[in-house]
């Protein structure tokens, strides 16, 4: 183990002296080491006492292979990195099997142009960049909303170095982890060019891949930028924490931004503040799987996961939101609409699952115009559904209270949302075909006599391009009926009817009894199936 403060290197660690040459000539020095017996370089740790260590210039550990940097490890500030630098503290682009542990890196504001804009940086470069990571860190860069061409402090930075790891780390920056697959990286409304001082990084687009985060806390200074960024990253594991340090400056709400075809994502994450899980702007997210707790957000009407222009397939989402007033007229998944009211979403949505109880009505759950371009859906909510084979299937049972024998009521068996684009002039045409099966029970569980009529009834009803809408076609057969005594209950027929108001289409039944028993209850019991074909949206049971 090599120690910086040794007295052929000479760190000092007060926080005043320069100590960038001494950190550096141990660096070099761990460069130049072999196994005793011969046999080539080998993997060798530099050690960091606790201390202050004050650095003027990235340190230069590219091209490195298998050289870790450790400091003095405990609950207190030990060992910390005093960054101005005006580019990265620590440099190992196109090095492998290297890293750190055990830092606290900082970024002073007093410092002003001359402070560290990137904490640590990895990237890929013609000697290559595979293997390496960080533990047990923590990130200060501050608020600097001008560095990297308006990015702003960026805590941990990796342009193609592949099979990478992050653990138990607190990184707070505006942007506190970004990875992206080439030297041009993307955030939300700038963009900057990756650069090492000491090394050419390798040009192009190239893959971004094989990356454990686990147990690390992504924070950032205002409102900037997203916490974790992806530039065209496939095979992450994520698990940890979310949320914004200080939240006064800025606009952005989302917490996980994708740029480029995205796949082979897995996040588990306690999510605050951002009000928006995740914006994806590239054209393919594929085979991704989130389980997201969502809380304590500043704008509880945003969206959460935005796919504007995506083509998503195999999404698999687990959402909680524990606060009760961030769950009201809010969509879970959507899809902005086009300017023109008669252009269709220009995503797509297929073969996949979200999972959300706490949507307080389906309407939310996912945009009606990506609906209207999904297939082979799941949604499990507190009134569950499936779209398959172009039809909209209810997953639960619905049982209803339709009055008494001698008092029989219209029971609302069905709602759902128009598909119809009110702010067409001309293409509001399409149909709704619904497709009730069920059964009318009289009489309770302790009855002296029960009833029963089992029916299906379908309903059609056609809709010209100006909205107007023909007379609903209802038909309705009834497949048996039982009594245990006719003349107590009993069941003779059923009607079946639907209106629309407000947006909304209603099913309703009015079953048709007899007998003496006039006290006893009668129940709806049944399922209803939706097709329907419109331009532009779909219809949503509520």
Known sequence: MINVKDAQFGALGNGQVDDTAAIQRAVNFARTQSFPTGGGAYRITIFFPAGF???TAPIDLTN????????????YLNTNILGNTSGAIFDFSGSSLSGCENFLFVSSTGSGAIRSTIGVQFALTGNGGLNCGIRNCSFQMEDYPTANNGFGSIGILNVR?????????????????????????TGQGVSFTATSRYQALVQGVGSMGSTNIQGTSLQTYEKRQPALVLNGTNSLSFQGYLSRSTATNGTNETAIYCNQYTTNLRIFAIIESFSRVMRVTNSGFESNEFNIVSSSVTSPTTELFDFTNCYVKGFKLQLSLPVLSERNNRYVIYHAPSSDPNQQAAGNITNSEISCYDINSNQYIISANYLRKGENLIFNTFRPFEKRGGRIRQLSNDSVIAGTVGSPTTATVYRFLQADNFASPNGRGGFYRIIVDGVIRAGSYGSGGTAVLSFQSQILVNQNYLGSQDPAAISVVTFARSATDASYISVNGITVNISFAGGVGTVTVLPRVSGRGTTEPINYDGTVELQNDFLVNSSIPL
């Not at 490195?64 to 450790?70: H, M, P, R, S, T």
């Open 64 to 75: 490195a292979n298998g050289i870790w940097l450790v400091g003095d490890g405990g609950p």
């Open 161 to 185: 170095a592949e099979e990478f790891f992050i653990n138990d780390c607190l990184v707070r920056a505006n942007a506190p982890v970004v990875m992206s697959n080439a030297v041009s990286v």
């Open 53 to 55: 260590y004050y650095i």
